[in-house]
């Protein structure tokens, strides 16, 4: 680590790095960071690094917003999008590195779940038109009249195949044969 | 080096927080099997998938107009039907898959409430129920032969069978036209 005259020693350097590479120093700083790399071969390096990175980021393919997104953006609050807008309070180099990470990481959710539209509960569901809930209403309708159509449908199969059948028939003749021979029964005590 | 280290960090986070949080595979249905298992999609000639979402709002649409109805549909989370017809599958083949459908819910949450074997002429009609505290959690219906049509309902949310019963009872079969048909 070198210390100059003027008090700026690497740490302050490197602290202002990030600002420098993206022209946000002022003219005098910028002199005492030069005036510091000058005699510092290692935040020289540092800063032909960063300079090389931005340049590589900056070179890189502009993502296309998904069309969803796009479609989404305009109901974000404005309180949002004028926070996300506002310049950065924090210089330091965590800082810039944490929001560019959030941004990649809300970008890779998007993307993630773009595809894949199995999970409707992730995304906000889009409110359906009339004519989407009038369609839902017939098919939710149809659907609980298949449910008692079929339950009909076995009910009746019931009384005719299984309670018919096996219980009110076999019920009614030995109805019919008790009948039958209680008027005997009591005959024969008359005869007796 | 500090650049390179930073963002090897957030490409390292980016891949865990997109392994963590991607939907990955499908959530399981409460059914022990797929719909597709069932019918294959080419051979559907009726397919409803409505979620919470949709029952709401039709919940809310209907709220005057029909209060039964809209109350039934509040409790629900989804509805699902599929109907397939024998012109396109043979009648005995749906049949038996609608068998096997019915046999793998067994012991498996689902209670048999009905269970109607009919033979060769008659249709086939399963109903069944799952329970969650003391309520009706779900419902499926399935049933095949018969008129040649064999179909599945599956209904998830709470019910309430004296109301779906009733509310049953009003309803008309025919879908309008246009509604329920595979795209």
């Known amino acids: 680590m070198s210390r100059s005259t003027d008090g700026y020693d690497c740490d302050r350097v490197l602290e202002l790095l990030e600002l420098l590479v993206d022209d946000e120093v002022d003219a005098t700083e910028r002199v005492r960071i030069q005036d510091h790399m000058e005699r510092c071969p290692s935040c020289a390096r540092e800063l032909s690094l960063a300079r090389r990175i931005r340049n590589e980021l900056r070179a890189m393919p502009q993502p296309e917003l998904p069309p969803r997104l796009a479609d989404d953006l305009p109901k974000v609050p404005e309180t949002i999008l004028a926070q996300a807008s506002s310049p950065p309070t924090h210089t330091g180099r965590w800082a810039v590195v944490g929001s560019l990470a959030a941004v990649l990481v809300a970008a890779m959710l998007v993307l993630w779940t ?27 309708r149809y659907a609980l009249a ?26 009614t003749r030995n109805l019919t044969d008790s009948l039958r021979t209680v008027p005997n029964s009591d005959s024969t005590g008359d005869d007796a | ?53 949709l029952l709401g709002m039709v919940a809310s649409a209907t709220e005057k107009e029909d209060s039964e109805f809209s109350n039934l549909l509040r409790g629900l989370s989804s509805i699902k039907v599929r109907i397939a017809n024998s012109e396109a599958v043979p009648k005995h083949d749906l049949v038996e898959r609608v068998r096997k459908a019915a046999d793998r819910l067994n012991g498996r949450g689902w209670e048999p409430v009905v269970r109607i074997r009919a033979g060769d002429n008659d249709e086939d ?5 799952q329970e969650g505290n003391g309520q009706i959690t779900g419902l499926v219906v399935m049933f095949a032969g018969g008129a040649g049509e064999a179909g599945l309902v599956h209904i998830e949310g709470e019910i309430d069978p004296v109301e779906l019963g009733r509310l049953g009872q009003k309803l008309d079969l025919p879908l309008p036209e246009g509604l329920g048909k595979t795209p």
Do not use: C, W
């Open chain 2, 125 to 129: 009609v399963y109903i069944y129920v």
């Open chain 1, 146 to 171: 298949q449910v008692a159509a079929a339950s009909r449908r076995a009910g009746l199969e019931l009384r005719d195949d299984v309670l018919g059948p096996h219980l009110v028939q076999p019920m």
């Open chain 1, 114 to 140: 773009s595809p894949f539209d199995s999970s409707p509960q992730v995304v906000q569901q889009p409110t359906p038109s009339a004519q989407e809930i009038e369609r839902a209403e017939a098919e939710a």
């Open chain 2, 1 to 53: 080096m500090k650049y390179t280290t930073a963002l090897t960090a957030i490409l390292a986070s980016i891949v865990f927080l997109g392994v963590g949080v991607g939907p990955g595979p499908a959530t399981a249905d409460t059914l022990p099997f797929e719909l597709t298992e069932l019918f294959a999609q080419e051979d559907l000639e009726v397919e409803i998938n409505l979620g919470r979402f």
